[in-house]
């Protein structure tokens, strides 16, 4: 049923207190413009951040600023990206996603078994791979929509079994494409020529454009932000919000496979002990990029705002020769400050 359908009728005396017009109201205050409008001061601050990074790194190191650090910036960045972006229509919901970085190393180590252990031709393995990554977000939607476990727990045990399965499956050894040599290109050709700009680069920006256009002029995109504002008045105005958060979290899983896909090609293997720790940084793009931890506001352009000040951050420093256990340091305190923030623009609003 659709919203309008719900709209109050003027000739009645309590129009007004009943709860279709609230729950009216909470989706139309979930429109993407408002949300936009709200957060345009925190992707306009993480912006200004993520100018300023480049610019203490630059003059910290003359090899920072170079077309191929830049280059192997964007790289660095597709994959966690690419999480971020799923997560970006969790998030604004008013969930949380703990197994996008588990399920990526799972989904990796699944493109092993299709295109090295079965031989299956490279399209049928990466639609697989993806389709698997969607699955894992269906398992997800499931628990927490219909089950009813809270996002943080359903999505913490994902994590669990998939850095299980991605050790059962693989044996606890990496799988090598090396008889696909083709699978590795996904990744890592360069599609303009004398340059080196990866596929892997234009398939994130692809996703951008995508994903922008979702959230912003589709009714995947209404309904995200109106079940991260009100879910029980967007219930009461008939939406279906079992079905519309099982799409979502399927939606973020499909981004998780394309990620497998991408992770593996770039390293040509399925690692099955990496992953740990990559969705906190996945998470952190997100909220950096201006989406809130409590739901109903959050945008494409932020969370790739984060995606690459989180990229320059780890890039720079290790540029500059810091310890890698000091890197973890730095980005720890780059979320705490990132949820801190958050915190801060609930508490105005």
Same mark, same amino acid.
């Given at each position: ?192 020529? $004398? ?6 680069? /234009? &398939?994130?920006? =692809?996703? %951008?454009?995508? #994903?922008?256009?979702?959230?912003? +002029? ?55 002990? $990496? ?6 940084? /996945? &998470?952190?793009? =997100?909220? %950096?990029?201006? #989406?809130?931890?409590?739901?109903? +506001? ?52």
């Amino acid at each position: 049923m659709s919203p309008t359908t719900t709209k109050p009728e003027s000739g009645r005396p309590d129009a007004a207190t009943t709860p279709s017009t609230s729950a009216y109201a909470a989706i139309d205050a979930g429109k993407p413009r408002t949300a936009w409008l709200r957060g345009s001061l925190q992707q306009l601050l993480a912006f200004a951040s993520l100018i300023v990074i480049v610019a203490v790194f630059s003059f910290a190191s003359p090899h920072f600023f170079t077309a191929n650090n830049l280059v192997s910036i964007l790289t660095a960045a597709t994959v966690t990206g690419i999480l971020a972006l799923g997560t970006t229509f969790v998030i604004i919901t008013g969930g949380i996603d703990l197994s996008i970085g588990t399920g990526m190393v799972l989904c990796g180590v699944m493109a092993g078994v299709f295109l090295t252990y079965l031989g299956w031709p490279l399209w049928a393995g990466v639609t697989a791979t993806i389709l698997f990554g969607a699955l894992i977000g269906l398992v997800n939607g499931v628990n927490v929509s219909v089950l009813g476990i809270p996002p943080f727990i359903a999505t913490l045990g994902m994590m669990l079994i998939a850095a299980g399965l991605s050790l059962v499956i693989s044996g606890t050894k990496p799988i090598y494409f090396s008889e696909t040599p083709e699978f590795q290109s996904i990744m890592n050709l360069s599609i303009i020529p $004398g340059m080196r700009f990866p596929l892997g680069v /234009a &398939i994130f920006i =692809v996703m %951008i454009v995508v #994903t922008a256009v979702l959230l912003s +002029k589709t009714i995947l995109g209404r309904y995200t932000f109106s079940i991260g504002s009100n879910e029980a008045a967007t219930a009461l105005s008939g939406v279906n919000v079992r079905r519309w958060k099982i799409i979502i979290y399927t939606l973020a899983g499909l981004f998780v496979g394309l990620a497998g896909v991408l992770s593996a090609s770039r390293l040509s293997s399925a690692q099955p002990t $990496g992953g740990m720790g990559l969705e906190l940084e /996945a &998470i952190a793009a =997100v909220v %950096i990029g201006g #989406t809130s931890l409590q739901g109903g +506001k959050g945008s494409i352009v932020g969370t790739v705002i984060g995606a690459l000040i989180m990229a320059v951050l780890t890039n720079g420093l290790r540029i500059i020769s810091v310890p890698q256990e000091w890197q973890s340091v730095a980005v720890g305190i780059v979320i705490l400050v990132a949820v801190y923030l958050d915190m801060l623009r609930r508490r105005r609003a």
